[in-house]
């Protein structure tokens, strides 16, 4: 008898009996796809010496999948049978990993993962929702093709059909003359709808999403003032061309979407012909690192903004920012303050969350940023503590107690603080907002000697040369300052500085950044790792 039947139909409640089966909505390649996910699942992680003992012995298992359940996913003990329940297909995939995952820290026939550690309790029924649909910590691990299927994460790539920030490149449209994107220009839109059209034969998700120039101006052409343009106002002329293209692709699966920010902040005067899908408010004029407070006026005018775009638009995201883009790579607690935030936007409305963290850059603790904001996401009750105590013991299982300590300990000293931090600051803010330089140099000296004493599985150990490479930035940033007094190399205005073996030691291990996969230090200019080293070895003592 096959372990997993397929009963393809729509799921009504007098067909939750089935056991050992999955039952299925409507998904039109489910009969196949669904039962082999689970197949997969299971052989995944389980020792291969005990592969049909463990199919025997969880066959009883249930999945059920309706777009009928009320909620997101379910988990229930029938008669020592348990039932999971998801709402979609995405959904079933996760919570099956996120099961099969928890077998793994029970069951000794199971191997150790190589996932996250599951976010769920299944050792009660529960029936909940996500506490955001749209849930993207914006880190490099996220970025990573097979890390979002199974985290419960969204990403970029795979959430939207098109990432509309900076359309001017996707669209190949020269900027260099004219700093703004008019959005009354026939050949602009024109190139939008030949691109959609292209799109349209390899949809994933039909989500679109367009956005003016990363800056405060604004079209003021003739067309765009009548439409309601003004200087640093460009909503009115980005509303006309949404209601154009909800029009021309009324007969598509594509759903529109755009960004207050900047020249976009202010939502319409006029009331757009159509709603959007939805709309993504950026943060950025609210306070970093610290708890939000809707008693505070910065907070009261976004309360106003949200409730005011609520009238134009069917779902609100936030863009929400979680680096230094200054400097990546000196450690940057978040998890803390956003707990509390998310729980600030939720309360407002709000039901997705883009986080923009590094990017694709690489940044230290960024993996444990990324699992933990991703479950905050799915779930704010959850204990940040207990989430990183659990990580780091699965990833770093030698090093678990020192990266615990030391990272949490960042977390903490910026919540006791209560100061905000400078989302383009340097080394002195963040000083002053969270970061000890003692503790740094302990951690860092700690790290060395772990490194150099333990034997550690190799995942580990590059995990840790990675992390040990990339902060000893900070411990050059410290070392600059403490010999001129400023933490910008490129302004030290003519100072020599002093090479000791010591020094040269923490440059060798920067210097090894491109072995350990990064090279950038900050998000915007030519600023890169490698022009930073050239700078100590320009302005060494000779």
Same mark, same amino acid.
Request: charged fraction near 25%.
């Given at each position: 008898?096959?372990?997993?039947?397929?009963?393809?139909?729509?799921?009504?409640?007098?067909?939750?009996?089935?056991?050992?089966?999955?039952?299925?909505?409507?998904?039109?390649?489910?009969?196949?796809?669904?039962?082999?996910?689970?197949?997969?699942?299971?052989?995944?992680?389980?020792?291969?010496?005990?592969?049909?003992?463990?199919?025997?012995?969880?066959?009883?298992?249930?999945?059920?999948?309706?777009?009928?359940?009320? #909620?997101?996913?379910?988990?229930?003990?029938?008669?020592?049978?348990?039932?999971?329940?998801?709402?979609?297909?995405?959904?079933?995939?996760?919570?099956?990993?996120? !099961?099969?995952?928890?077998?793994? !820290?029970?069951?000794?026939?199971?191997?150790?993962?190589?996932?996250?550690?599951?976010?769920?309790?299944?050792?009660?029924?529960?029936?909940?929702?996500?506490?955001?649909?749209?849930?993207?910590?914006?880190?490099?691990?996220?970025?990573?093709?097979?890390?979002?299927?199974?985290?419960?994460?969204?990403?970029?790539?795979?959430?939207?059909?098109?990432?509309?920030?900076?359309?001017?490149?996707?669209?190949?449209?020269?900027?260099?003359?004219?700093?703004?994107?008019?959005?009354?220009?026939?050949?602009?839109?024109?190139?939008?709808?030949?691109?959609?059209?292209?799109?349209?034969?390899?949809?994933?998700?039909?989500?679109?999403?367009?956005?003016?120039?990363?800056?405060?101006?604004?079209?003021?052409?003739?067309?765009?003032?009548?439409?309601?343009?003004?200087?640093?106002?460009?909503?009115?002329?980005?509303?006309?061309?949404?209601?154009?293209?909800?029009?021309?692709?009324?007969?598509?699966?594509?759903?529109?979407?755009?960004?207050?920010?900047?020249?976009?902040?202010?939502?319409?005067?006029?009331?757009?012909?159509?709603?959007?899908?939805?709309?993504?408010?950026?943060?950025?004029?609210?306070?970093?690192?610290?708890?939000?407070?809707?008693?505070?006026?910065?907070?009261?005018?976004?309360?106003?903004?949200?409730?005011?775009?609520?009238?134009?638009?069917?779902?609100? #995201?936030?863009?929400? #920012?979680?680096?230094?883009?200054?400097?990546?790579?000196?450690?940057?607690?978040?998890?803390?303050?956003?707990?509390?935030?998310?729980?600030?936007?939720?309360?407002?409305?709000?039901?997705?969350?883009?986080?923009?963290?590094?990017?694709?850059?690489?940044?230290?603790?960024?993996?444990?940023?990324?699992?933990?904001?991703?479950?905050?996401?799915?779930?704010?009750?959850?204990?940040?503590?207990?989430?990183?105590?659990?990580?780091?013991?699965?990833?770093?299982?030698?090093?678990?107690?020192?990266?615990?300590?030391?990272?949490?300990?960042?977390?903490?000293?910026?919540?006791?603080?209560?100061?905000?931090?400078?989302?383009?600051?340097?080394?002195?803010?963040?000083?002053?907002?969270?970061?000890?330089?003692?503790?740094?140099?302990?951690?860092?000296?700690?790290?060395?000697?772990?490194?150099?004493?333990?034997?550690?599985?190799?995942?580990?150990?590059?995990?840790?040369?990675?992390?040990?490479?990339?902060?000893?930035?900070?411990?050059?940033?410290?070392?600059?300052?403490?010999?001129?007094?400023?933490?910008?190399?490129?302004?030290?205005?003519?100072?020599?500085?002093?090479?000791?073996?010591?020094?040269?030691?923490?440059?060798?291990?920067?210097?090894?950044?491109?072995?350990?996969?990064?090279?950038?230090?900050?998000?915007?200019?030519?600023?890169?790792?490698?022009?930073?080293?050239?700078?100590?070895?320009?302005?060494?003592?000779?």
């Amino acid at each position: 008898m096959k372990i997993f039947n397929i009963i393809y139909r729509f799921l009504f409640p007098a067909v939750v009996v089935a056991v050992g089966c999955i039952v299925v909505g409507a998904y039109d390649d489910a009969n196949t796809y669904m039962d082999q996910a689970l197949r997969d699942c299971l052989v995944k992680y389980c020792d291969s010496r005990y592969r049909n003992e463990i199919i025997n012995k969880y066959k009883s298992t249930t999945v059920l999948v309706s777009s009928k359940f009320s #909620y997101d996913y379910g988990i229930e003990y029938h008669n020592n049978t348990l039932i999971l329940k998801a709402k979609d297909k995405k959904t079933a995939e996760w919570l099956i990993d996120q !099961y099969v995952r928890h077998l793994a !820290y029970t069951d000794t026939h199971f191997t150790n993962c190589d996932l996250p550690p599951t976010i769920i309790d299944f050792g009660k029924t529960v029936h909940k929702n996500f506490d955001f649909i749209y849930r993207e910590p914006h880190f490099s691990p996220n970025l990573k093709e097979r890390y979002q299927p199974f985290s419960g994460a969204s990403s970029v790539e795979e959430y939207w059909d098109l990432w509309g920030h900076n359309l001017y490149k996707e669209l190949d449209i020269d900027t260099e003359k004219q700093q703004v994107i008019c959005f009354t220009n026939d050949i602009f839109y024109n190139k939008v709808v030949k691109f959609l059209e292209e799109k349209s034969r390899s949809l994933r998700t039909g989500r679109i999403i367009i956005m003016p120039m990363d800056t405060m101006s604004a079209c003021t052409c003739t067309e765009c003032q009548k439409i309601g343009n003004k200087n640093q106002y460009a909503t009115p002329a980005v509303m006309n061309m949404m209601d154009k293209l909800k029009e021309r692709f009324s007969k598509t699966k594509y759903t529109f979407y755009t960004a207050a920010y900047h020249s976009t902040q202010q939502p319409p005067q006029k009331p757009p012909k159509y709603r959007l899908s939805g709309l993504l408010l950026s943060t950025s004029d609210l306070p970093k690192g610290i708890a939000l407070d809707p008693q505070n006026d910065l907070e009261k005018d976004f309360i106003k903004t949200v409730q005011a775009w609520n009238n134009y638009a069917d779902t609100l #995201y936030v863009w929400d #920012y979680a680096a230094n883009y200054n400097d990546f790579l000196t450690p940057l607690p978040i998890l803390y303050v956003l707990k509390k935030n998310l729980k600030f936007f939720r309360d407002n409305g709000i039901s997705g969350v883009f986080l923009q963290g590094s990017g694709y850059d690489y940044s230290p603790f960024d993996d444990i940023k990324t699992f933990v904001a991703t479950a905050l996401m799915i779930d704010g009750q959850l204990d940040v503590d207990d989430l990183c105590s659990r990580y780091f013991t699965q990833f770093y299982p030698v090093s678990a107690k020192m990266m615990t300590d030391y990272y949490l300990s960042l977390e903490k000293n910026m919540e006791q603080r209560e100061k905000k931090y400078d989302l383009h600051g340097d080394m002195k803010d963040a000083i002053d907002s969270y970061f000890c330089a003692d503790d740094f140099f302990r951690f860092y000296e700690n790290l060395g000697i772990i490194l150099s004493e333990n034997k550690m599985e190799s995942n580990e150990k590059n995990r840790l040369e990675k992390l040990y490479s990339a902060l000893s930035f900070t411990w050059l940033q410290l070392e600059l300052y403490r010999q001129t007094g400023s933490y910008d190399i490129t302004k030290i205005n003519g100072k020599t500085l002093s090479i000791t073996p010591d020094i040269q030691t923490v440059i060798s291990r920067l210097s090894a950044y491109e072995h350990h996969g990064f090279r950038k230090y900050k998000e915007k200019g030519e600023r890169e790792i490698k022009d930073y080293l050239d700078f100590w070895s320009l302005f060494a003592e000779k």
